[in-house]
Each structure stands twice: as C-alpha cells, then as structure tokens.
C-alpha cells in the first residue's frame, strides 16, 4: 500500500494499464516529455517511448479524430486535454463520431477510446479553464461520463475505463488533484462503472453529490451531526455521471424521505435535475420535505475573485441540510 495523491493514482493507474496491454496509445497537449499540465502523465514517456507517450499540437478536435481512427483500428487510444473548456472543439468528433460508431455500426465496431480531463474550479485559473461541463456529456447517448473523488477510486475507475470498449469522457477535479493523500492498493484493481459508492449509511437525509463536492459534503454532514448527535445523514459519491446508478439513490430516498443533490455545475438542466425529477416520479409518496440542492449559479465560472461565492462550500451545504431536515409540511 502507498499513500497517494490523485495526480499520483492517475499516473499510476496508466503505468499499469500500459504494461498490461500494448495496443494504449497516450497523447495530448504536453503529455509526452513534459508529463502534462499537471503532470499525470510524467515518467511514461520515458518507460514506454515516444511512440506510445507522445505530445500532440493544440489541436482538440484533431485529438478526438486521431483516436477514432486509432480506436477503429484497434488500439485503445487515451487522450488528455488539458481542460475540460478546452474540449468545446472536440465535441463535433465526440458527439457525432466517438459516440455513436457502435449504433451506426449496428455492434460491429467500437471506440475503446478515453478522453482525460480536468475539471472545476477551485485553482484560481482563466476562463475556460474552471467548467463543469458533465451534464452536456451526460446528455450525449453512447458516451459514459465518470468523475471520481479520491486517489482509490480515480485508479479504479480509471482502469476500469480504459478495459470498456465503448468511450469513456473521465472528468478529474482540478481542486483536488492535490489535496490529500490515501493509502490504496499496489496491484492493478478495478471498481464498476454506473455503480455509485455509500460513504456512510443514515436515516434522515441522503446526500448525492460527486468530484470535488465529496469532500465539503463530508464536512458538513460532520459538522450537523456534531450539533445534531441523533442525526443520521446517508452520503452517496455518485462516482460515475452516466449511466446514473439510479437504483441505489431510489433506495436510499425511500429509506430517508429526504434528498439533497450537491454539484458545482450550473443548475439549470443538470445532473441534480435529472435526479430530482427521477425521484420526485419514483419516490413521491415516501418524500417527508422538497429535494433540495446546492450548485453553481446559472453563469460562466468567475474568475479567483468570485469563485468561491460560486461554487458549493462547506457552509452552503450545511445550511441546505438544516433546511432540509427541519423542514415540516
């Protein structure tokens, strides 16, 4: 076992994928000699040469046409863009090509293709360096969205990706690329894609939430359960976008009665949108207050000066649960 960052678990996770398998090609914007913006892939290049770990112009949309061909043909293309604003070119080869070659080909031919990138805000960056765009993702049949939380579950997840025959769109939280450290396994692991994980079990409110927001939510249900010592909180890491493992949360809400949905995305047509009228549907009669949710407001992403007023914090999260649990018809 080694502690390790997320940056650390990524670089590891692709390391082990590439001895494994010999057909995964990894290129992006500075992912050969300089390891990447943020250096997840640094070291590979000289463990696996420059014609497996290579550097690519800035170019997106060529990116994504690159590994159609490449994945088409055979190989198991893994591109890094270096922020998921930077995709916005790409979408044209990820929408209308990457995501659709099983169905137009009726099965015969897949994309076993990854597309890394950061995500979110919380790095004080430029413009189009701070989205979260997950939702337009989501909304793209064909393609499976995954953002993960910790260094245990970005290495699973992440190799778990990279085995699926069909595209995976791995979203990485920039904010905590960095910010802890854990203790996960030296051996090559995976964890399923559409299952989502339940950090701890309660019985007055189930939390959702995924990426970044993992770690305020944590917070904040510690900081309610501290003044409530009879409060139980259900908090759930959605871990992957889509598919949406919407079983678990149905049953968690029938348990509780109480749901609140926590992301840093806009909040107009988002993920808390689509699981909000999905259990509205399904669990109407068990609910005992609204769903609630806590996200960014419906604008671009500040730049540093107001990003934090944007974006989900501890405080939001713990006002919203107060609300939520003491809410009585």
């Known amino acids: 076992m080694a502690a ?40 590979l290049q ?25 994945g088409v ?24 090509h990457i995501a659709r070659f099983r169905n137009r080909t009726r099965g015969r031919w897949t994309c076993p293709i990854v597309i890394r990138m950061p995500m979110g805000g919380g790095i004080r960056a430029l413009e189009h360096h701070s989205e979260a765009l997950e939702a337009m993702f989501a909304h793209c049949p064909g393609l499976t969205v995954v953002i993960p939380s910790t260094p245990f579950d970005t290495k699973g997840l992440l190799l778990s990706a990279i085995e699926s025959n069909d595209p995976v769109i791995f979203l990485e939280p920039t904010k905590i690329y960095r910010a802890f450290k854990q203790e996960i396994p030296d051996e090559y692991y995976t964890l399923p894609l559409g299952k989502a994980y339940t950090i701890q079990e309660g019985n007055d409110l189930s939390i959702v939430t995924y990426g970044a927001q993992v770690m305020d939510c944590e917070k904040a249900v510690a900081a309610y359960q501290n003044e409530n010592p009879n409060a139980t909180i259900e908090l759930i890491d959605l871990r992957t976008i889509q598919p949406w493992d919407k079983k678990t949360i149905v049953e968690s809400v029938k ?27 399904e669990c109407f009669e068990y609910l005992k207050a609204p769903c609630a949710r806590v996200t960014g407001y419906d604008i671009m992403i500040p730049f540093d000066a107001g990003e934090y007023f944007h974006q989900p914090n501890v405080n939001k999260v713990l ?5 939520t649990i003491e809410f009585k018809f």
């Open 4 to 43: 390790l960052n997320n940056i650390q678990a990524l670089n590891h996770a692709l390391e082990l994928a590439m001895k494994k398998d010999e057909s995964i090609i990894i290129y992006g914007e500075d992912a050969g000699f300089e390891g990447g913006v943020f250096r997840a892939t640094v070291g």
């Open 46 to 70: 000289e463990k696996f040469g420059e014609n497996r770990v290579f550097d690519a112009p800035i170019a997106e949309a060529t990116l994504a046409g690159q590994a159609i061909g490449m």
């Open 73 to 96: 043909a055979g190989m198991r293309p893994i591109v890094e863009m270096q922020f998921e604003g930077f995709s916005l070119p790409a979408f044209q080869n990820i929408f209308a």
């Open 319 to 323: 006002d919203k649960i107060r609300e």
């Open 255 to 281: 348990k509780t009665g109480r749901l609140l949905v926590v992301h840093e995305a806009v909040r107009s047509f988002s993920v808390s949108s689509e699981i909000i009228a999905s259990i509205q549907s």
